[in-house]
């Protein structure tokens, strides 16, 4: 039976580089996938785009591809990425320039395009918001980017026209994966099964390291060794989408039933109808094994056919974010600090501020967790003031209050940081499936 091998090469935006070229070297890959888009980072290289028109792709794309393109012409590993962003085919040129100044002749890559659709954002106005059920309408004064998750189908198709590096912009998650197994098995939007089973890899592969102990680790209750050097996964796939999770050897790490456990119920609100654009899976029934140290097989995923409908993802201006801190240490610094919030607090009630989501915290004692040990067993603290505020002038002058706690008391305060910046938040609509036709392009080197 045919199977192939594919590898995670990214968790989010800035994920290492180097576990990613290891994989490609050792790993007897067929395909790896860079998955570094999460819903904010696609408004903002929205905004990077209205700016430069040029822009808008991941900012590490050509610090990783000027490495990973000789890998991938050395090894035959195709590559699948979503570092497009807001520009895929600004992305793409850059990686043909990049190959061109490497001599990488003969190689085909492939946009992605179709998933934004801000320019029509005014045919969806009326829809409701999925997070609170009111209509679009309400924020349209502050809307700057709207991206449809688009599935694994425009990647097959790009992959049936011969491409050896496809770049998308938004595109669901586990989709990058999924789409190799369609095109090499070739599986039709039909077997649901099979999708099903293709998405439970691409879900366990998506975050990268996290599958192979990274986020699973707590020392002494489930370790993971040598996380320095955590390598990332790959999955070794057969017809029936059916196979097992493992890493290099030599790397740290772990994959186990545990950390595959935890990784198949991220993010998943309803194991039994995880909602794709591919189809709706059900992982209610998988169950893992391990074969051996650092391998496990994954059986049991099933799937139902996707709904008419892709989710988008509509980014708007939501006011600034200001936070300041400062440190207290030695004797009595629980006692200093209290007082230091007590006087912001008094500061911030004042009717000239106007203040949304404040928090005024102690780090290390109730930032997190609402146990408060003993005063007498805290070296040192740390204040934060962290709040939302409609102008980028009130939100400095927030900032401020906790940089004048220095002279003003109480004694003793230093290391004083500030942060101002624009808030970026999310609201979700469904959009017809109908309405958004995906496009590729490609570039022959």
């Given amino acids: 039976m045919k199977k192939i091998r594919i590898g995670s090469g990214a968790g989010y935006s800035g994920d290492r580089l180097e576990p990613a070229l290891h994989l490609m070297q050792f790993g007897r890959l067929d395909y790896i996938c860079f998955e570094?888009?999460?819903?904010?980072?696609?408004?903002?290289a929205q905004k990077e785009k209205q700016c430069n028109p040029n822009k808008g792709y991941n900012p590490l794309?050509?610090?990783?591809?000027?490495?990973?393109?000789?890998?991938?012409?050395k090894h035959g590993v195709k590559v699948i990425t979503n570092m497009g962003a807001a520009n895929p085919e600004s992305a793409m040129s850059l990686i043909g320039d990049l190959a061109s100044r490497q001599n990488l002749k003969g190689l085909k890559i492939a946009a992605v395009l179709g998933d934004d659709i801000f320019g029509r954002i005014e045919n969806y106005i009326h829809l409701p918001v999925l997070e609170t059920g009111q209509p679009l309408a309400d924020l349209s004064d502050r809307l700057i980017s709207a991206n449809a998750y688009l599935g694994a189908m425009p990647i097959v198709e790009a992959l049936r026209g011969g491409a050896d590096i496809v770049i998308t912009g938004r595109v669901a998650d586990p989709?990058?994966?999924?789409?190799?197994?369609?095109?090499?098995?070739?599986?039709?939007?039909?077997?649901y099964g099979k999708l099903g089973r293709g998405t439970l890899t691409g879900h366990l592969l998506e975050c990268a390291a996290q599958v192979s102990g990274?986020?699973?680790?707590?020392?002494?209750?489930?370790?993971?060794?040598?996380?320095?050097?955590?390598?990332?996964?790959?999955?070794e796939v057969d017809e029936e989408g059916n196979g097992f999770i493992s890493k290099v050897g030599g790397t740290g790490g772990r994959v186990s039933v545990a950390t595959c456990t935890e990784q198949m119920i991220y993010e998943i609100h309803d194991p039994e109808r995880y909602i794709t654009p591919d189809c709706v899976a059900d992982f209610s029934g998988v169950y893992f094994t391990e074969l051996e140290k650092d391998k496990v097989a994954c059986q049991g995923g099933k799937g139902a056919p996707a709904t008419d409908f892709y989710k988008v993802s509509v980014g708007y201006q939501n006011g600034y974010f200001a936070e300041g801190q400062i440190s207290y240490g030695g004797a009595n610094c629980v006692e200093r600090a209290q007082l230091a919030m007590e006087i912001v607090r008094r500061r911030l009630d004042r009717p000239d501020f106007h203040t949304e989501d404040l928090r005024i915290e102690l780090m290390g004692i109730n930032s997190v967790s609402p146990l408060k040990p003993s005063n007498t067993q805290i070296p040192e603290v740390r204040l934060r003031v962290a709040c939302r505020t409609e102008s980028q002038s009130q939100a400095a002058r927030i900032v401020n209050e906790v940089e004048t706690?220095?002279?003003?008391?109480?004694?003793?305060?230093?290391?004083?940081?500030?942060?101002?910046?624009?808030v970026i938040s999310i609201a979700s609509v469904l959009v017809p499936k109908s309405d958004i036709q995906a496009k590729v392009v490609y570039l022959q080197m």
Wanted: charged share 20%.
């Fill in 214 to 235: 990274g986020y699973f680790a707590d020392p002494g209750k489930k370790d993971a060794p040598d996380l320095w050097n955590v390598g990332f996964p790959f999955a």
């Fill in 36 to 44: 570094c888009l999460a819903e904010r980072t696609i408004a903002l």
């Fill in 61 to 73: 794309l050509e610090y990783r591809m000027e490495k990973v393109l000789p890998l991938s012409r």
């Fill in 405 to 422: 706690l220095y002279t003003n008391g109480p004694a003793g305060g230093g290391g004083v940081t500030g942060n101002v910046e624009e």
């Fill in 175 to 191: 989709s990058l994966f999924l789409a190799p197994l369609i095109y090499e098995f070739g599986w039709t939007e039909n077997d």
